[in-house]
Each structure stands twice: as structure tokens, then as C-alpha cells.
């Protein structure tokens, strides 16, 4: 066996300290990650677990071009197999690289040859243009094996991470004591904490063989990079193989063909699925050699994902994220699920929604009664199930109270559902296809602005089980498909409420989801402000409708009415401390300290057990006050708000636009010119004079159900019901009409009369329109 071992001489002590004790490396790593080898994981969730990995780096990966490496890439593929080892993996690399490195020292050594030579002979003569003569693949990999390992040990020594360097042949696997050897030596460098750093040893290596035992068998001939890297897993005994190449994947036909598409999971009986294409622009393998690698590691035990390594974007965390379990790239399984893939689940519900939105506006008016229908009818079954899901929510100890108060379902809840879906039933009949305008362009060119569905729409929702009939109900009457991801805390309720809509199935993470940007149109995240700021930031070109917080504001005029002032807190606060739009700071004039009113306050808030936080203003003002709020702009979600004093109506104003969430904040007071100047002024979706902040719902606006309140400034805001679930699309009817008729030398002129549109006025007009 040809096995050179290349340890750094001058190494930081930090180094050499990690070498020292093996014994507790080992006994960390087996206790973080105890999964025993001999199956392959069935789910990318379970990567996690991965203790041994295998990371193959491609010519293309490696190389900028055909020749010269790509230093950025592989610094931060070298930080990110670090970090893994670091956090007590065991970290192994297969690189090319050698024959791309040595091609570049011998072109730069050739031309300053010739240069030199062209001086001396030439004289003061212009030099001839000089060229360099072919390379051959072994000299070339010979001059640039030394170069490539020291580079790799160059950039793991910042990490305080040693390496060493094996090259091997195809004869080192094939000759048992060789391979012995090779096995023991891996086994050793992984114990002391190396992280081996492994290539065929392209000076000496024969030409390729065909590769037949790539079929099934037993063994497998080393011959490139994506084999050695399957035989090298098997070998050790590998929990998972990356192979990282210039493409995001494996695609069911060649990327950048029409419809090509990107396999998320591929399994061994897919093969004869895919079309490949041709190899890539460097190396000796290609697409279809790297899936009969991997599956015949796959076939051994190790897990294998193929992902990009190339792409600027994801580059600097490819790694990481393929072990952390997320959607990246093609990996492989040998178990194949029962249902659809959420790819799939997606496509059917894209074609459902178009059917739906085709149907007649009463038949799915029908529809959403069926749906109220069977909420009242099943409705023991659906509290049975939902007690379920709070008493482990209550014993577990893993939810907040709000959390816990939104999970709860009720008879009453029911009954409102079912009311509201009643009333979306009816609202339901002028939806879709709806004439929103029409102009008469010209003479017999007409065009039409008509309501139309978003498309597919992905609602994710955390302890809010009353949430799947109401948005299921929405996308019925808005004729949008829906896809639903519900909490693990309400999985009772929502199984029982499933069998009255359909939910998505899948062990998809929601940040997956979230990149599914050719697929889904719209996300509508529903919970909490941590649930509706991490689906923000993971959405990837998706539209995200929603708010993040519901920080309320009540202000307290000096105008006010203390029995109006006193009832609206009350509800704001107390009705249901966990909802969204539940008051959670109350601004009180300065003129009402020490007043009456104030004090009848206090007494309330006390009375319902209501914790409060003092503003810095308002704790200015006492001796003795309650705890200082840590921040003016916390969503309390229970039985707790803040009290803060401000000078004036303007004060309050400029206090809800620098502390608010713009939800719905409201103003108490008897003065109508104050009163409007508040509604102008606040730059909220909800803006409300002398009522509770309770009313911001789409039930008692009269929407019939909501899929939720937007926050946001363009398309909808405040509670969505819906009209928020509709676009439009511009529709032009004529007869061979051509803008070059329209010309100065044409002979017909633009018109641009808006012709009015009766209401219920719906598009598909008899063709006889043009006489009008």
C-alpha cells in the first residue's frame, strides 16, 4: 500500500493538547452521538445523529477553473468540517484538486522557461508567443499533491484542527493486508482527533477500468473520486457521505433542460427515472457515476446526500445544514414513504385549487356549510381530542400559559366557528371572477379587472387548532389551495379536525417549507411572535403575511368618560389575556394622575389579577411603584400589561409609533375632534375610538373567519378574511386589434372610457358584449 502520512512538524500547542487525550474525545462523541453503524438513516432529520462523516469535495468544487483552486470555497468548507469536528464528529475528506493544482505550478514553471529562454536568445527582440504544451494527468498530479496538503493544512491549523494526508490506489482496497492497513491506519488518525485527508494517488494510478461491480457486488473499483469516496465510507464504517459537486442535486433529467426537476429524496428504485446528462466541465466522473457511488454506500450503511458546493450563496453553511437535517440537495434513502412527497402534495393541491376556484361560487358556498355542519355535529369528538392535547400540554410543562390558553377549545369556540363559517358561506357567492372594473379601450376593446385566487397558499400554525377549519373554510370560498402545518401540541385536535379538511402530512421542517418559492405563493404563519419571525426569515422569495406581535395600545384621554374608560380596559385586558389583540400597554394623560379615574383603574386591574409594569414616566411618579417594565414594547400575553403617562393626545400618538406593532390601538375620550385626530393620525391596521382592541377580529368585523391580522402595508391589512386571499388579473377582449393601429398612421384612437359595473357583476360575458 502506497499510504503517505503528512503530520504538520510545527504545530500550535493547542494542537498537540487535543492529541493528548483521545480517550476523553471519544467518550464525549460516543455519548453525543451513540447511533451503532449498520443502517442507513431514513429521514434527513435523523443526520443529526451522524458521528462519522465523509466529505467528498469535486474537481469542480475545488478548482476555480481548470486550473488554479478555489481558495475562498475551500476556506469555508474547511471551517465548516472544523466546527463538526470540533463538536466531537469524526471528520474525514476526500479531495481532488492535485491534478488542477500541479497543472497550474507546471504552466507557471513552463512559462518562465520559455521566457527566460526567449530573453537570452532574443536579445532586444520582441518575444515570440510562447505555449505551453499539453500535461499530462499524473506529472500534473504529482507537482500539485505536496501543494494541495499543505494549503489544507494551512487553513485547518486556524482552527486549531490537525490533518494528515493518505493517497491510495485501487490495489489498497483490493489486497486484504493492504487494506488492513489502510483501515487501521484510518482508525488510528480518527482516534488521536485527525481529520484524514484522503485522494487517489493520481501520479501512479493505472487507467480507469470499466465498472461493473458498481451493479450490486461486494466491492466497488477505485476509479475516481465519487468511488473512492463510497468505498472509503462503507470501509469505515461512515454514518453519512456528502458529495459535494456543481449542482444542486440529482435531477430527474439534465439541469437547465425544460421541467427539469430536483429530487429532494431519491430511492434505489427510482433509477430508471433519470435522464443524465454529460459529466462536468472538470473531472473523470459525472452525475450518473456519483448515484451508482452512492448507492452502493447506501447499499452498505452509510447515508449519502449529493448538494452544491459551488454556489456562492450557500457555500459558507452547505455542510452544517445537510447535517443539521435541512432541505438541501438530493439524499439518498433506502426506505421510500407511503404518501406524497410535500413536493408532490404541493402539485396536486395546485391543481385542486384550480378546480376549486372553477366551480359555482354557491357550490362552494355549500361546501363551507357542510364544513359548519360537521364542527357542530362532531363536536364531542373534537373537545374529546382537544382535552387530550391539553392535558400533556399542562403536565409536559413545555408551553407558556398563553400558549396553553390559545390550544383550548370550547363549545362556545365551536359554536362561533361554526357561525362564522355560516356567515363566509354566504360573503362566499361574490368572490372569485368578480368585475372589479372595465374600461372601454377603444371600439370593440374592452378590458376587465377581475378577482382571481392567490394560487397555493401555506398556513402554519402553533397551539391554534381553531385555526384549520377557519383557513380551510377561507381558501373554499377564495377557491386558493392550502396546505396546513400544524403543532405537535395540538396533534389530537387537529387529527380529529383533519378527517373534516386535509392537512399536510410530512416530516418536512417548517424552514423547508418556507423554500419552496416556485411552489407555494403565500405564507400565513399563525402563533407566536417567535414562531411568525423565524418563518420571516426563513421564507425564501415567498410573501409572508402576518405580524409578528400584538403590542396594543389603550390611551386614556383627559376628555374621557370613567365608565367607558374603566369597561374598555377591562375587556381589552382581561376578555382573553392571550389573544393577539389583547391590550398590553396602557397610556393614561398626566392630567388623570391622582384623579378618581385613576385610582377606579388601579382598583380593576387588581381586582382581575392583573400584573402591572411601570413605564419609566409613570414610575417617575411614585414612591413606591410597581416593577419597571424592562421593555415598552413587550406582549405580555397574559394577565400582565404596562402603564406609561403621556403629556398629550400627540404624545400617545408618538409613543404608539415608536413602542407599537401597528395591530390595533385605541382611544378613549369624549372629545369628537381629538377622537378623529387619533384615528388620522395612528398608523395602525386597526384604529379604534371608545371601543375594546377585542373587536380586531374578522368574525366580529363580519368577515365570517380570518386567516389572520397582516401588519403589513401592502396588499391586506388588518384582520384578512377573504377579499385578502384574492388577486387580480387583467382580461382584454377584441377583434385582431394591434397597437400599430394605434399608431399615428393607424386609423383607431385610444378611448380609455370606464363603463360602471353593476354590483355582483361577474366576468364571461356572451360575445355579443361588443355592441354595447
Known amino acids: 500500500m502506497f499510504a503517505k502520512l503528512a503530520l504538520g512538524s510545527r504545530l500550535p500547542s493547542t494542537i498537540r493538547r487535543s492529541n493528548v487525550y483521545p480517550a476523553s474525545i471519544r467518550a464525549y462523541s460516543q455519548s453525543k452521538f451513540p447511533r451503532p453503524h449498520g443502517q442507513s438513516f431514513v429521514h434527513r432529520s435523523e443526520l443529526k445523529q451522524a458521528k462519522r462523516i465523509v466529505v467528498k469535495l469535486g474537481s469542480a468544487v475545488v478548482t476555480r477553473d481548470e486550473c488554479g483552486l478555489a481558495l475562498g470555497r475551500l476556506a469555508s468548507i474547511v471551517e465548516q468540517v472544523a466546527m463538526l469536528q470540533n463538536q466531537g464528529r469524526e471528520m474525514m475528506i476526500v479531495t481532488s484538486g492535485a491534478v488542477a493544482f500541479g497543472k497550474q505550478r507546471l504552466r507557471h514553471e513552463i512559462l518562465l522557461s520559455q521566457s527566460v529562454r526567449q530573453a537570452l536568445h532574443s536579445g532586444q527582440n520582441q518575444l515570440k508567443e510562447m505555449t505551453v504544451p499539453v500535461l499530462e494527468a499524473r506529472a500534473c498530479a504529482a507537482a500539485g499533491q505536496s501543494g494541495l496538503m499543505a494549503l489544507y493544512e494551512a487553513m485547518f491549523t486556524q482552527y486549531s484542527t490537525c490533518t494528515a494526508q493518505i493517497l491510495v490506489t485501487n490495489l489498497d482496497f483490493h489486497d486484504e493486508q493492504k487494506r488492513r492497513n489502510l483501515n487501521s491506519t484510518l482508525h488510528e488518525l480518527l482516534r488521536m482527533n485527525i481529520v484524514p485527508i484522503i485522494n487517489t494517488n493520481d501520479a501512479v494510478v493505472p487507467p480507469p477500468v470499466p465498472n461493473s461491480d458498481l451493479q450490486g457486488g461486494n466491492v466497488i473499483s477505485i476509479k475516481d473520486n465519487d468511488s473512492l469516496a463510497a468505498r472509503l465510507s462503507v470501509e469505515m464504517k461512515a454514518d453519512l457521505l456528502i458529495a459535494l459537486s456543481d449542482v444542486e442535486g440529482l435531477y430527474d433529467r439534465p439541469p437547465g433542460t425544460d421541467d427539469a426537476k430536483l429530487i429532494d429524496i431519491f430511492y434505489p428504485g427510482d433509477q430508471q427515472s433519470i435522464t443524465y446528462g454529460t459529466k462536468s466541465r472538470v473531472g473523470i466522473g459525472g452525475m450518473e457515476a456519483k448515484v451508482k457511488a452512492a448507492l452502493w454506500a447506501l447499499q452498505g450503511g452509510t447515508s449519502v446526500v449529493i448538494a452544491n458546493g459551488t454556489h456562492p450563496k450557500v457555500t459558507g453553511h452547505v455542510i452544517t445544514d445537510i447535517v443539521d437535517g435541512k432541505k438541501v440537495g438530493t439524499f439518498f434513502s433506502e426506505v421510500k414513504p407511503a404518501g406524497p412527497t410535500v413536493e408532490q402534495q404541493t402539485e396536486m393541491a395546485r391543481n385542486a385549487g384550480r378546480t376549486l376556484a372553477s366551480l359555482d361560487p354557491e357550490k362552494r358556498g355549500e361546501i363551507i356549510c357542510h364544513l359548519a355542519d360537521m364542527l357542530t355535529e362532531k363536536k364531542e369528538e373534537i373537545l374529546s381530542a382537544n382535552r387530550r392535547d391539553m392535558e400533556l400540554a399542562t403536565t409536559s410543562g413545555r408551553l407558556s400559559q398563553p400558549m396553553i390558553d390559545r390550544l383550548s377549545l370550547s363549545t362556545s369556540k365551536l359554536n362561533s366557528l361554526a357561525i362564522g363559517l355560516r356567515q363566509l358561506a354566504v360573503s362566499s357567492q361574490d368572490s372569485v371572477g368578480r368585475v372589479l372594473r372595465r374600461t372601454r379601450v377603444a371600439n370593440n376593446l374592452e378590458l376587465e379587472q377581475i378577482t382571481v385566487p392567490i394560487g397555493v397558499l401555506l398556513v402554519i400554525f402553533e397551539s391554534r387548532p381553531d385555526c384549520l377549519p377557519q383557513v380551510s373554510a377561507l381558501a373554499i370560498a377564495s377557491g386558493n389551495a ?274 360602471p359595473v353593476p354590483q355582483g357583476n361577474f366576468s364571461a360575458r356572451p360575445k355579443s358584449h361588443q355592441q354595447e
Open 482 to 755: 392550502l396546505l396546513l402545518k400544524g403543532g405537535k401540541e395540538a396533534s389530537h385536535t387537529n387529527k380529529i379536525l383533519h378527517q373534516l379538511t386535509q392537512e399536510v402530512s410530512t416530516r418536512e421542517e417548517v424552514e423547508d417549507l418556507c423554500r419552496l418559492d416556485k411552489l407555494i405563493d403565500l405564507i400565513i404563519p399563525r402563533g407566536s411572535s417567535e414562531l411568525v419571525r423565524s418563518i420571516q426569515r426563513a421564507a425564501k422569495g415567498i410573501p409572508v403575511l402576518g405580524h409578528s406581535e400584538g403590542v396594543c395600545h389603550v390611551y386614556i384621554d383627559n376628555d374621557a368618560s370613567i365608565d367607558k374608560a374603566i369597561e374598555i380596559v377591562r375587556d381589552s385586558k382581561c376578555d382573553y389575556p392571550a389573544a393577539c389583540n389583547a391590550m398590553e400597554t396602557l397610556l393614561i394623560h398626566k392630567d388623570l394622575l391622582r384623579t378618581p379615574m385613576f385610582d377606579q383603574m388601579i382598583d380593576m386591574l387588581r381586582t382581575q389579577h392583573v400584573k402591572i409594569h411601570a413605564g419609566p414616566r409613570f414610575a417617575s411618579y411614585l414612591t413606591f411603584s410597581p416593577s419597571e417594565v424592562k421593555s415598552l414594547r413587550t406582549e405580555y400575553g397574559d394577565l400582565e400589561c404596562c402603564i406609561e403617562v403621556v403629556d398629550s393626545m400627540s404624545d400617545a400618538v408618538d409613543h404608539i409609533h415608536k413602542y407599537g406593532s401597528s395591530h390595533t390601538d385605541v382611544i378613549v375620550t369624549e372629545n369628537e375632534e381629538t377622537a378623529e385626530q387619533f384615528l388620522q393620525q395612528v398608523d395602525s391596521a386597526c384604529v379604534f375610538w371608545n371601543t375594546s382592541t377585542r373587536f380586531a377580529d374578522g368574525y366580529r368585523f363580519g368577515l365570517g373567519a380570518e386567516v389572520g391580522i397582516s401588519t403589513a402595508r401592502i396588499h391586506a391589512r388588518g384582520p384578512v378574511g377573504l377579499e385578502g386571499l384574492l388577486t387580480t388579473k387583467w382580461v382584454l377582449r377584441g377583434e385582431g386589434h394591434t397597437v400599430a393601429d394605434f399608431s399615428e398612421q393607424g386609423s383607431m384612437k385610444y378611448l380609455h372610457e370606464n363603463i
